[in-house]
């Protein structure tokens, strides 16, 4: 469609463009705009119960739809990383089987367990779209700063202990009971 068809993809184009010469367009323009919806009452509310961003510190949007954009976008990385994925996971099954074996492949006095090295899948859920936009080419997340991975862990560890209690909480419905 032509740039000149419609308000949105006039936005698209001019925003699209400014992000060419300024990178941080996109994030600046999510943070402000997410200032401008809520008040302060909601904030207040908001902080207690919303997860945050790693990053800028924004709301995450976790109730999006599936016929979203967000989703689209994701579906559309997913599919053009499908291949990268596959030949990391036969690096990554090379190294754990030489490691169970009590052998190491990289010839160092220890193991080369990926265990304590942060993976993508688990910190890009907990950042916003605008985040994961300005970060999607970063190859390996073990760049990040050292309080966003800590935060990225505590957070996985505390989904997990979440998971395996879960049949034992209470619903929220049923606390006033």
Sequence with gaps: APEN???QHLSESFITKLQTDFPSTVSTMY????KLNISKKQIAEENVTQERCLICMCILDVG?????????????????????????????????????????????????SSSSVPRPQDVLPLLCYSCRVTVKDVVSVSTFPPYILQ??????????MRKEIQDFLLDEGSENL
């Design 64 to 112: 999006v739809g599936e016929a979203s954009a967000f989703c689209a976008t994701q579906v559309s990385q997913n599919l053009s990383q499908k291949r990268q994925n596959r030949n990391a996971e036969l690096l990554s099954d090379t190294e754990n089987k030489c490691c169970n074996r009590g052998q190491c492949c990289d010839r160092s006095t220890s193991c080369s």
């Design 31 to 34: 943070r402000t705009g997410e």
């Design 5 to 7: 068809s419609s308000i």
């Design 151 to 160: 935060e990225a862990e505590h957070r996985r560890r505390r989904m997990e």
